[in-house]
């Protein structure tokens, strides 16, 4: 099956009760069993290690990144933190992307370092800058990519051709691409991460996190972190996760096609400046993100002529469609500052290190008219 049917299709089986095209919300803490001996002959005996609906949405996920198989999350955090848990002891090290989520710089240094994981954040964009941050005690090489905020991405294929030389696995937070434009296992990663809160769901709906794994090991590895510290996915959120799925590909070939308008007009624009989306020429890694991916996606950013003060003003200025809110990749479009809000965890002069500046306007456009969201910023800009 092509990627649209799969989204659709993949991994449901029908209700064998009702004959239910859509798999119902198993909400139940517990199964009972046929008989001591027979334990666990259905799969399922507690909500915390397993549960249908969950694992619907598992088995999709899965089929959708080309994996051996997925696990769920209560939150993309906690996917990232399983991630690290089930591949990290203490004393081992860790290259991280120098971009990245917010949320990911304050587990590494505020959390992991508390029990001896050592984290290197590393430009990921040049994989000299790996080679360079290796150790001999590196266990794990996680790279985000197109990176929150400033959309830096990472060769995928060479990251992953080091890590396969020293036998450390290559984990890729896929969050802004998801699997229909890009695909990290095909491309040789070991493990592929996302915020189903994001383009998953779509609605801004609820929050989940996924980690789909390249071999049983790694799956295995995961799963026993899951089971033990309970950081699951409610049936709920499954359940609505799997509809949100169902419109993947309508919903993003939409936005991306916004989100280029969008860029488009700002980069013609006398009051944005270093404006910043894949799609354009002018992106620096404008050939990287057509080689290894099939699609933009729909983040870009930009700043404002007049510095952070004149970005904070068109930030509290611009009216509907554009929504001041910290969420992305659903069908509302939202507008973010990003050393406020996302990144507000990271010390400021790591941000300006990386270029998350204070002046940064990062932009999530969604499924409205591309023209009322160009007219909504035009006249933000206008007032500035």
């Known amino acids: 099956m092509r990627f649209a049917t799969k989204q659709i299709h993949a991994g449901i089986?029908?209700?064998?009760?009702?004959?239910?095209?859509?798999?119902?919300?198993?909400?139940?803490?517990?199964?009972?069993?046929p008989s001591v001996d027979e334990y666990l002959s259905k799969g399922y005996s507690y909500s915390r290690t397993g549960n249908p609906?969950?694992?619907?949405?598992?088995?999709k996920i899965a089929l959708l990144e080309e994996g051996h198989d997925a696990t769920c999350y209560s939150t993309g955090m906690a996917a990232i933190q399983a991630t690290m848990l089930a591949l990290l002891n203490a004393g081992d090290h860790a290259i991280v992307s120098d971009v990245a989520y917010g949320g990911t710089y304050r587990?590494?240094?505020?959390?992991?370092?508390?029990?001896?994981?050592?984290?290197?954040?590393?430009?990921?964009s040049d994989a000299t800058h790996v080679r360079e941050a290796l150790r001999d005690n590196t266990r794990l090489i996680l790279t985000e990519t197109?990176?929150?905020?400033t959309l830096k991405l990472t060769d995928i294929a060479a990251i992953s051709e080091i890590a396969q030389e020293r036998g450390i696995p290559h984990a890729v937070d896929n969050t802004f691409l998801t699997p229909y434009y890009q695909r990290p296992l095909e491309l040789g990663a070991d493990l592929s991460?996302?915020?189903?809160?994001?383009?998953?769901?779509?609605?801004?709906?609820?929050?989940?996190?996924?980690v789909v794994a390249k071999t049983a090991e790694l799956d295995e590895k995961l799963r026993f972190i899951l089971g033990s510290n309970g950081t699951i996915m409610s049936p709920q959120v499954a359940w609505l996760t799997l509809q949100g799925l169902k419109t993947l590909t309508v919903r993003l070939d939409k936005q991306c096609e916004n989100a280029m308008k969008v860029a488009q007009f700002l980069e013609a624009h006398p009051k944005a400046e270093t404006v910043c989306y894949p799609g354009l020429e002018s992106f620096a890694q404008h050939e990287l993100a057509k080689r290894q991916a099939t699609g933009f996606g729909a983040m870009?950013?930009?700043?404002?002529?007049?510095?952070?003060?004149?970005?904070?003003?068109?930030?509290d200025t611009v009216k509907t469609p554009w929504t001041l809110a910290e969420n992305l990749g659903a069908l509302e479009s939202l507008v973010t500052h990003p050393a406020t809000m996302t990144h507000a965890a990271v010390d400021p002069a790591e941000r300006e290190r990386v270029g998350i500046t204070d002046g940064l306007v990062r932009l999530s456009v969604g499924l409205e008219d591309a023209e009322d969201l160009i007219g909504a910023l035009d006249r933000a800009l206008a007032e500035i």
């Not at 089986?13 to 069993?33: A, C, K, N, R």
């Not at 609906?53 to 088995?59: G, I, Q």
């Not at 197109?146 to 905020?149: R, V, Y």
């Not at 991460?193 to 996924?210: E, M």
């Open 300 to 315: 870009l950013w930009f700043e404002v002529v007049g510095g952070a003060s004149a970005g904070k003003k068109l930030m």
């Open 146 to 149: 197109p990176a929150n905020p």
């Open 53 to 59: 609906t969950v694992r619907t949405l598992e088995r």
């Open 193 to 210: 991460i996302h915020s189903t809160t994001k383009y998953f769901d779509g609605h801004n709906a609820t929050v989940g996190g996924a």
């Open 13 to 33: 089986e029908h209700d064998p009760l009702t004959g239910s095209v859509v798999p119902p919300i198993y909400q139940t803490t517990t199964y009972v069993q």
């Open 107 to 124: 587990l590494c240094t505020q959390v992991l370092n508390r029990f001896g994981v050592e984290v290197t954040f590393a430009d990921t």
